[in-house]
Each structure stands twice: as structure tokens, then as C-alpha cells.
């Protein structure tokens, strides 16, 4: 088993096959709103503390969050419809369990899901290898029952994995894994079997960690706008992928919803935009770049 | 050991000297401020060993359970993406690039090593790997070995040794200056303490530190102060002013230390070649590298 060190070969950007997304767009732009739930007693692993403030529950941080689901989101769709954005939801499989009415919302509106665990309060680190395989098994087989699509990508819940997950997750027949902040292209990631890519997500433009800790929307919209500007000028000559964040307790809240606006606005605005989703970038890099880029890796890293 | 209570330096590095009190310092055609830009290549490892000392550092969404995939996938941005603009916003204003590249970037990117090089950037010594930093907790053979280490293997890969040194986190032992000296090493950044560079004593040829702003280093403003990134902007153009207008009478160093991971991301980079661009309009103004402020500093010392 290759170690997390060893999962990808260099290879810098500005020498690589030159990528062509659909209708020789720039920027593929993708939206990934993490469609979560935090449960009110979770069981503590030993290691990473859901709920660190208090003894469960927490009742603050757990409404806090809780309130995504019935408002977040229902504001945040809405500015997404506007600007017609298909989104690929982050999605804690236990949603669809839990609040029916969210799942249907989104297949209603087409969305792609990636895998983002069971329940965000459930983290991988721990697992050995035959659960983090039934655990696979469940999120697919969850995803099916429920919305009727074929799971292809996971971010691990809550972000977290084991040294296994890109083996195990391309045995289960996924196809993309976007714990990886490595690139602004997607990015073979070497497994056992199958193929497996990063496609590039975002924890810089992304509202969890700039608005729990310091910044606002008025931030938000300028840095998303920046780094639009930056990679539509990149993307003139070789395909990027650009990633908004979202989590819908965050954005979602009324004094946040109108930037959200305000920056897809701008951005669809622009011709050479490629809205999508991660499920989509995977699947058309696979199939035309995936082979090049192994083995143009090769020949540089010799 | 406690300080003693009498006049001076509380350890024996070089002399108290405020910038009061000193002679003039005249850099290249009276330029008012030295602008130095050191670019840090440093690899971080996912398992470091364990007797290795590691901050808890800056990305991703803070140390987490290993493996840390968004926080060591964060730092590879740098190596991957973020190097390249930072070098071409330098390029573009003219300003050399001094990077400081550790040993583990230097024998496992080979590609980035001939691209900085191609650049004619000065490359310096920077420690083993980010997650190996130098501290007291090291025995003298120990640091020497890693000094070592990295000094031999920046001098294979880059054909010649390096006569600069940034630690890993600045981090230093109480030996540290004298066994850079001892290893070859001219100069050290690790003091952030001034706005010129000074002497460092030293049994093993001349020794000077190349002062950082240590508030101006992105990881410091943006990822630990989290100072919104035109702010940033504003920091280094304001400090810059500042430094024009000190330099005047007695000539500045303005050393920036930035990481390509944070400051090289799209959204970061136009502030950074906006703040740049505005200094290198200025006349009076000299980009050099670190070697080359050094060394004209060693060779034209402040008179009275």
C-alpha cells in the first residue's frame, strides 16, 4: 500500500498536458455545499471530540447547526436557483434518513452527491480496514435506495480518513476523493486498483473556516471574486477547477445569503464558465487526461 | 540559563546595539531600502519520527488525526501551484527570489530545484523538513549532524553550498548561530529583532543575521493574526512607506518571508503583486538577495 506520501506523483502545473474542459471553458466551477448532521450524543472515538465545549449535548453548537437544515438550506437553494447552479452536495448519508424532505429538494434539482460520511459527528481515522469497507458498502448502498444515484467521490467526514481510504475507496468503485487541497486540476492519486482522482474542493474558499473563526461575507465575496479572477486568466491556457464550500448553517444565515449571491452573480456572468460537478470534472478527466498525466508524472519524476 | 543582571545581551551572539546610536548604512546608488523576498520551500512529512520536534503548523484546518490529508495536501499546493506565481509576481517586478528550501524539497523535487535555479534565485539552507525543527531539545551532535545534512544536501542538488539559513518555524537551539557558522553558513534570518542586518559573533569567519519582519510573514499576518488579505496588502505597503521614509537618513532592510501554499493561492497572489508592484515604482530602491545584502553590508559597514 502506497503511504499518504507516496499517493501522488509531482507535477507541477505549469508543465503539464494542457487540459480542455467542455466548450473550451476556463474554469470548471463547481459548488459543494456540505449538507450535514452532528448528533446530539454521539459516541467520543478516544481521539477527536465532536462536542468538545461541553458533556453532551451541546445544545448550542448542535442547534447552531441544526438551524442548516431548517433554514440554511432552504435560503441557500433558493440563491442557488437563481443563478441555475446544479450543485455536488457534501452530503452525511443520514440525512436523507433523517430529514426526507432535504433529500427530495435536491433530486428534484438534479444535484450530484459525493460521500461525506454517515454523520459528520463519525470520523474515519479509527476505522480498521473491514469497517471503513462496510462503511463504503453503507453510504453507496444509502445513496441508492434514497436518490437513486451511483456514489463516485467521497470528502471524508468531516474531513478525516485512514491511510487505506484511497484503496479502499477506489475497490468500492468511486472514482474521486477531494480531501486533497494539493492542486487547481485534478490529480491521479496512485491505488491498488481502479482510478482514482483528486478534483480539487476548497478549505480556503469555504464558509466553515471563514466564518466560524474571524471573517464575513463581505470577505467571502471578495476572495471568491479574486480567485475567479485569477484562474479564468490561468484557465485561458489550461483548464482550472475552482470550488466554493458551502455549509448551509453558515451561509444560509440572512446576513450571508446575499453575498453568496452576490458571487455567483459575477461569476456566471462571465462567458468560458463550466458549471458542474465534481462528479462530472472526475468523470471527463478520466476519461481523456487521466492516462496522459500518469504517464507524463512518470517521465518527469523519472 | 537566567539572565545576569548587567549590561548587554543576556546570551552571547552579538551586541546590543540600537539603531539610535549607529553609524550610517549606505547601500548600492544610496537606495533607501533593501528589498529582500525569501519564498520558503519547505516539505512537511506525514509521519514524522518521533523524536523529531514538529510545531503544530499552519494549513489546512489545523493538525488533525493522521493522516492529516487537508493539512499536508495544503502544503504540497506550494510545490505543486503556488511557487510558480509567486516567482513569475517577483520576475515581473524584477526582484530576485531567495529561497530557502528544505532538505526534504531539495532531494525529492529536482524539477523545482532547476526551476528556482533557472529563476536565479539564491537558494538557502532550511533546515531538514518543516516537521523536523531545530530546538534545544537536540544534543550539539545532533544539531550539527542536521545542519549537516542539510547544507550537503542542498549542495549536491543545487551544485553549490549554501551561504544562508532559515530554521524550520525559525527555530533555533541556544548553539545555533555558531554551529551555521561553523557549517559555512554567512547568514542567519531567524532573529526578527531589527531593520538591519548585523554582526553575529562567531570563532568560525564572519557570521551576520538578515533581519525578517516577522510581521510581515504571510503565515504569521494572514494564517495566525488572520488579517483579511487587503489589509495584508495595506501592511506591506504602509511598512514599506515607513522604511522609505527611515531609510533616508539611514539605509532599511525590508526581508519578507512568504510561503507559496498560502500567499501563492489565486485568490492571495494579485494583492501580493499589487504591494510589490507599488514599492519597485519607488526610486531608491534596491531588490537584491539575501547574499548580495550581506554581502555588501559586510563589505561597506555602517560609518559614523
Known amino acids: ?302 | 540559563m537566567p539572565a545576569q543582571r548587567r549590561f548587554g545581551m543576556d546570551h552571547p551572539h552579538y551586541d546590543w546595539s540600537p539603531i539610535s546610536k549607529r553609524g550610517i548604512l549606505r547601500w548600492p546608488d544610496n537606495a533607501r531600502v533593501a528589498l529582500c523576498v525569501i519564498v520558503d520551500l519547505e516539505k512537511p512529512e506525514w509521519d514524522p519520527p518521533a523524536d523529531s520536534f514538529t510545531t503544530p503548523f499552519a494549513g489546512g484546518l489545523g493538525a488533525r488525526g493522521y493522516p492529516d490529508y487537508a493539512r499536508l495536501s495544503h502544503r504540497e499546493y506550494g510545490h505543486r501551484v503556488g511557487i510558480f506565481r509567486v516567482l513569475d509576481t517577483l520576475r515581473k517586478h524584477g526582484i530576485p527570489a531567495t529561497v530557502a528550501m528544505d532538505a526534504m524539497t531539495a532531494e525529492n523535487y529536482p524539477y523545482l530545484v532547476q526551476h528556482c535555479l533557472d529563476a536565479g534565485a539564491e537558494i538557502i539552507g532550511h533546515g531538514v523538513s518543516l516537521s523536523r525543527v531545530i530546538t534545544s531539545n537536540m544534543s550539539e551532535a545532533e544539531e550539527r549532524e542536521y545542519i549537516s545534512q542539510s547544507v550537503s544536501t542542498l549542495t549536491q542538488a543545487t551544485g553549490s553550498a549554501p551561504v544562508g539559513w532559515l530554521g524550520p518555524e525559525y527555530g533555533e537551539s541556544a548553539r545555533t548561530p555558531q554551529l551555521l557558522s561553523e557549517a559555512g553558513l554567512r547568514y542567519v534570518c531567524d532573529w526578527v529583532n531589527d531593520e538591519q542586518p548585523y554582526p553575529l559573533h562567531s570563532p568560525h569567519g564572519q557570521m551576520f543575521t538578515l533581519p525578517v519582519m516577522w510581521e510581515l510573514d504571510d503565515v504569521g499576518a494572514l494564517w495566525e493574526r488572520r488579517v483579511v488579505v487587503g489589509r495584508y496588502q495595506q501592511l506591506l505597503e504602509e511598512s514599506f512607506e515607513t522604511l522609505y521614509e527611515d531609510g533616508q537618513q539611514n539605509g532599511r532592510v525590508m526581508a519578507l518571508n512568504l510561503h507559496p501554499w498560502l500567499i501563492g493561492q489565486p485568490f492571495r497572489i494579485g494583492y501580493l503583486d499589487r504591494a510589490l508592484g507599488r514599492m519597485m515604482q519607488r526610486g531608491g530602491v534596491w531588490a537584491a538577495t539575501g547574499s548580495q545584502i550581506v554581502d555588501w553590508y559586510r563589505d561597506n559597514p555602517p560609518t559614523a
Open chain 1, 1 to 302: 500500500m502506497p503511504s499518504p506520501q507516496n499517493r501522488v506523483d509531482y507535477s507541477p502545473i505549469i508543465d503539464r498536458p494542457v487540459i480542455k474542459w467542455p466548450n473550451d471553458a476556463r474554469v470548471a466551477l463547481w459548488i459543494a455545499p456540505n449538507v450535514e448532521h452532528y448528533e446530539y450524543e454521539p459516541e467520543f472515538d478516544g481521539h477527536r471530540d465532536p462536542w468538545p465545549r461541553t458533556p453532551y449535548p451541546d445544545v448550542q453548537g448542535y442547534a447552531y447547526r441544526d438551524y442548516g437544515n431548517r433554514v440554511g438550506f432552504w435560503r441557500m437553494t433558493d440563491v442557488l436557483d437563481k443563478h441555475n447552479i446544479r450543485c455536488c452536495v457534501s452530503l452525511n448519508m443520514a440525512v436523507l434518513e433523517h430529514f426526507p424532505e432535504i433529500g427530495e429538494a435536491m433530486v428534484q434539482r438534479n444535484y450530484d452527491f459525493m460521500s461525506h460520511g454517515i454523520y459528520n459527528t463519525r470520523y474515519l481515522n479509527n476505522y480498521t480496514e473491514e469497517q471503513e469497507r462496510e462503511f463504503y458498502r453503507d453510504t453507496i448502498d444509502t445513496l441508492k435506495q434514497h436518490t437513486g444515484k451511483q456514489l463516485k467521490g467521497m470528502l471524508g467526514p468531516a474531513i478525516s480518513g485512514t491511510e487505506r481510504t484511497p484503496d479502499l475507496m477506489a475497490e468500492a468503485g468511486l472514482i474521486y476523493h477531494t480531501d486533497w487541497m494539493h492542486d487547481d486540476q485534478p490529480v491521479p492519486i496512485r491505488v491498488n486498483s481502479g482510478k482514482l482522482v483528486s478534483v480539487p474542493y476548497s478549505i480556503e474558499l469555504n464558509d466553515a473556516p471563514l466564518f466560524r473563526q474571524h471573517y464575513e461575507g463581505d470577505y467571502f465575496a471578495e476572495i471568491c471574486k479574486a480567485q475567479f479572477d485569477q484562474l479564468y486568466q490561468e484557465g485561458a491556457h489550461s483548464g482550472r477547477v475552482m470550488c466554493i464550500a458551502l455549509h448551509p448553517y453558515l451561509i444560509g444565515q440572512p446576513h450571508r445569503a446575499p453575498y453568496l449571491d452576490d458571487v455567483l452573480g459575477y461569476i456566471m456572468s462571465h462567458d468560458g464558465v463550466w458549471q458542474t460537478t465534481a462528479d462530472d470534472i472526475a468523470e471527463y478527466y478520466i476519461a481523456n487526461y487521466y492516462d496522459e498525466a500518469v504517464e507524463h508524472a512518470a517521465r518527469l519524476n523519472g
